[in-house]
């Protein structure tokens, strides 16, 4: 079975720039979700979809961070424009859903904003 | 409120035996994750409990108690590769089955 897979594995960017990252789940997945992980951290949820509905995005910063699903399959996240903060790893998970929530994580992307 | 605590950092020496704790607050606990995090790496899963009680898979083992907010990850026969984080997550069975994750254990394992 193909994990979820998720380009680019690294970005660097200046700040004020823009920047998208793509995620293809397992196949069969509903629920996918975009995480933010700082040095030393744990993964902080940015945006949760069931399907290509959007269930939690709580703790998306929604004035520059933008993330949609297309189709209820692949996702990409977006960040216009990037602040030096900003730099962290982006990771995607999917999950069965329908009560099975063991999430499976893509390799993440390493963006650093200079 | 919502929370989740476990230690920043571990010691331990390689074949030894070591526990890691995790303490949770939250409402419509369903279960509680254990991830293994290497560094520069993804998250992978390790265990999942949902009923109180010990749940032993080869060298790792899970404990939770529902009733304490408490869960343990146990490690036996400490091996170099073991050197990670170890992140704790607890499932919230909500509309959303939120997942709030702890800021990870670094375990360094010593020869």
């Known amino acids: 079975e193909a994990g979820v897979a998720q380009s680019p594995r690294y970005k660097i960017i200046e700040k004020r720039q823009s920047v998208a990252f793509w995620c293809n789940p397992i196949?069969?997945?509903?629920?996918l979700y975009w995480y933010q992980q700082i040095l030393g951290q744990g993964p902080k949820l940015l945006i949760q979809?069931?399907?290509?509905?959007?269930?939690?995005d709580s703790q998306l910063p929604k004035d520059r961070f933008s993330a949609e699903r297309l189709k209820g399959v692949d996702s990409t996240l977006k960040i216009q424009p990037a602040k030096l903060e900003d730099s962290a790893v982006y990771l995607c998970?999917?999950?069965?859903?329908?009560?099975?929530?063991?999430?499976?994580f893509g390799q993440g992307t390493r963006l650093t904003v200079v | 409120g919502q929370n989740i605590d476990q230690p920043t950092e571990m010691t331990a020496t390689e074949g030894a035996i070591v526990q890691i704790n995790c303490t949770y607050q939250?409402?419509?606990?369903?279960?509680l994750f254990w991830y293994q995090q290497h560094a520069g790496e993804a998250p992978t899963f390790l265990s999942y409990?949902?009923l109180d009680g010990l749940e032993e898979k080869g060298r790792f083992s899970s404990f939770l108690s529902r009733s304490k907010g408490y869960s343990y990850l146990l490690l036996k026969e400490l091996q170099m590769k073991d050197s990670a984080s170890y992140l704790c997550?607890?499932?919230?069975?909500?509309?959303?089955?939120?997942?709030?994750w702890g800021l990870g254990t670094s375990l360094a394992v010593n020869p």
């Open positions: 998970a999917s999950s069965l859903g329908r009560g099975n929530t063991e999430a499976f």
């Open positions: 196949s069969g997945h509903a629920t």
């Open positions: 979809f069931q399907n290509n509905g959007v269930v939690d």
């Open positions: 939250t409402s419509g606990f369903n279960g």
């Open positions: 409990n949902v």
């Open positions: 997550a607890a499932h919230n069975a909500g509309n959303n089955r939120k997942l709030i």
